[in-house]
């Protein structure tokens, strides 16, 4: 009778969950770095408008100040190129992350082709089981059926019959 299920290739799935789960650790940190790059765009963008606002009230206020207004100017353009830049980081993050995740569909696939070996074998060896077992039974039950024959001076069952 065979014994309790054995995995032969059980390290082999752990080294591939092993992977997968690195790659995904780096697609969670690709997602992360894009979620930080969109609220830099967004505080970026509020200062602006908070600017905007500063610079008129300066302006309505009747008096020119030229170094000030200069000066939100300044500070404009540089948000404006802030924002193009972070713009530019998340398409590069999103380049990058299409590949990641491409890895980790790799990744998650070849996990998967093992899960589905490692279940195959293990309803092989049940049926075994049950099958060896139901033989067991058959034979113990042929056995029973023999000795009260022969307890009762009846004739007995062959295996053939």
Do not use: W
Not at 29 to 49: D, G, M, P, V
Request: a positive charge; glycine letters at 4%.
């Amino acid at each position: 009778m065979p014994g309790k299920f054995v995995f032969r290739l059980e390290t082999v799935l752990r080294l591939r969950r092993h992977k997968l789960e690195e790659k995904q650790i780096v697609v969670a940190k690709r997602l992360q770095a894009i979620a930080q790059e969109r609220a830099n765009i967004e505080a970026a963008r509020e200062q602006c408008s908070i600017g905007v606002g500063q610079s008129r009230d300066v302006q309505r206020s009747g008096r020119l100040d030229v170094p000030t207004i200069r000066a939100y100017r300044h500070h404009m353009v540089f948000l404006h190129q802030y924002v193009h830049e972070c713009e530019r980081r998340i398409r590069d993050h999103e380049e990058k992350l299409k590949s990641e995740r491409g890895e980790m569909i790799k990744a998650q696939v070849a996990c998967k082709a093992i899960e589905k070996l490692k279940e195959r074998r293990k309803e092989r060896h049940d049926k075994e089981v049950n099958r060896l077992e139901m033989a067991e039974q058959g034979e113990f039950s042929l056995q029973m059926h023999r000795r009260q024959a022969l307890q009762n001076k009846m004739p007995v069952l062959t295996e053939g019959a």
